[in-house]
């Protein structure tokens, strides 16, 4: 399908928005299933979604990272799984896009960089869809513990190893992928773009309680690539930039548990209204806590994004980047229990939109930074302590 333009990221934002009831109706049948969104990013690419992180310069609407929560939190509403495919490859967009020039020319990237870069950046722009293949059986997202492993061969890498609960395998275009070099006795760890083809095995894989449409399946690699796969043109960095600009790796996933979230509250009122439920004080009260829990982690995560646009990288910043995380992911579990309780017992039934919505919920908490993670860096740069570095073992 030809992708669209986005004159600007108003105009994404008002795209993803007019999506969100054409998703939620899908959304059963993809759960229950556990079937790739497909038809759904057929909208989203027409939408010229794909391209909303692409700077001005390529053609792109040059969104900041703000605009981006903002649709996010729309596309969640709709469906969390579409939301969530969308967020990887707007993960990797966003992070080529929003690295500044200079950052990236001081940490050693040479003049062949950017123009692999803008390659990439242009295929978003063209519909092409990324995937993020980080996480690993045994080791999480944790890339200190990563086992698939690169190798300098003539004329780029060669790389081995195997990826799990990799959103869009099989449908991506081409796969940010996170593997050590293994020459290296210490975690250096790279990042590279690998084209779908051969050497990319995909095994389906992915039979999860939630977010069952997002063909998280597992990844095989036995792949070589070029010299310009490298992101940044530099080997070793990404747990550097794990460290000091985590937004792309903890605050993305917030904003759709926020849509998931405001879903849940959606549902439950209409569920109330048809059943004659909201003339209980009990389910009204309950609904508008829900309500006020998801406007408050809506603000947090908003303020996260304000500031990774205004001061990326800065302590501050990043510390409203985990606070995003945490607060999103335990009020989605939350609101979505609450209201499924309200509902009654109608709800639990398979096909019923509360009871998708609660089994996607109560995966936000789970997604890296798992909650647990966020929490103990907050209490660390609280106590006085070094969040990134002080921890006995490394959190990326």
């Known amino acids: 399908m030809t992708a669209g333009r986005l004159a600007d990221p108003g105009a994404g934002l008002a795209a993803a928005r007019a999506l969100g009831p054409v998703l939620a109706g899908r959304a059963a049948e993809h759960d229950r299933a556990a079937r790739f969104p497909a038809a759904d990013l057929d909208d989203v690419r027409a939408g010229g979604l794909l391209g909303l992180m692409v700077p001005a310069r390529l053609g792109g609407p040059e969104a900041s990272f703000a605009e981006y929560a903002s649709v996010a939190i729309a596309l969640g509403e709709g469906n969390g799984a579409t939301a969530l495919v969308v967020n990887m490859h707007a993960s990797v967009t966003g992070a080529l896009a929003r690295t500044p020039d200079a950052l990236a020319r001081a940490l050693g990237a040479p003049d062949s960089y950017f123009a692999a870069r803008d390659r990439v950046l242009s295929g978003a722009l063209s519909g092409e869809l990324y995937a993020v293949a980080m996480s690993e059986r045994g080791a999480g997202a944790r890339l200190s513990a990563l086992a698939c492993s690169y190798r300098a061969v003539p004329g780029g890498f060669h790389i081995t190893g195997s990826k799990a609960f990799v959103s869009a395998a099989g449908h991506a275009d081409a796969y940010l992928v996170a593997a050590r070099d293994a020459s290296s ?40 690539v070029g010299t310009d796969a490298l992101v940044g043109g530099v080997e070793g960095i990404a747990l550097l930039l794990a460290q ?34 909201s003339s209980l004080p009990a389910v009204r009260a309950r609904i508008g806590r829900a309500d006020a829990a998801v406007a408050a982690a809506e603000l947090v995560v908003l303020e996260a994004a304000r500031r990774v646009d205004d001061a990326p990288g800065e302590s501050e910043t990043n510390r409203w980047v985990y606070r995003a995380k945490l607060l999103a992911g335990e009020t989605a579990a939350d609101v979505a229990s609450s209201m499924l309780e309200a509902a009654g017992t109608s709800a639990t039934r398979r096909g019923h939109p509360l009871e998708r919505i609660f089994r996607d919920a109560r995966c936000g908490s789970l997604q890296p930074a798992t909650s647990d993670v966020c929490a103990d860096w907050l209490g660390s740069a609280a106590t006085g302590l070094d969040a990134d570095q002080g921890a006995d073992r490394p959190r990326w």
């Not at 779908?196 to 095994?203: F, M, S």
């Not at 790796?249 to 439920?277: F, I, T």
């Open 185 to 224: 006795q210490t975690a250096r760890i790279s990042y590279f773009i690998v084209p779908a083809g051969t050497g990319v095995e995909v095994e389906e894989t992915w039979d999860s309680l939630g977010m069952r449409a997002t063909g998280s399946h597992d990844l095989h690699l036995d792949v070589d």
């Open 244 to 277: 000091v600009m985590p937004q792309w790796l903890v605050a993305s996933y917030a904003a759709v548990y926020v849509g998931v979230a405001k879903a849940a509250v959606s549902a439950a009122a209409a569920h109330a209204a048809e059943r004659s439920l």
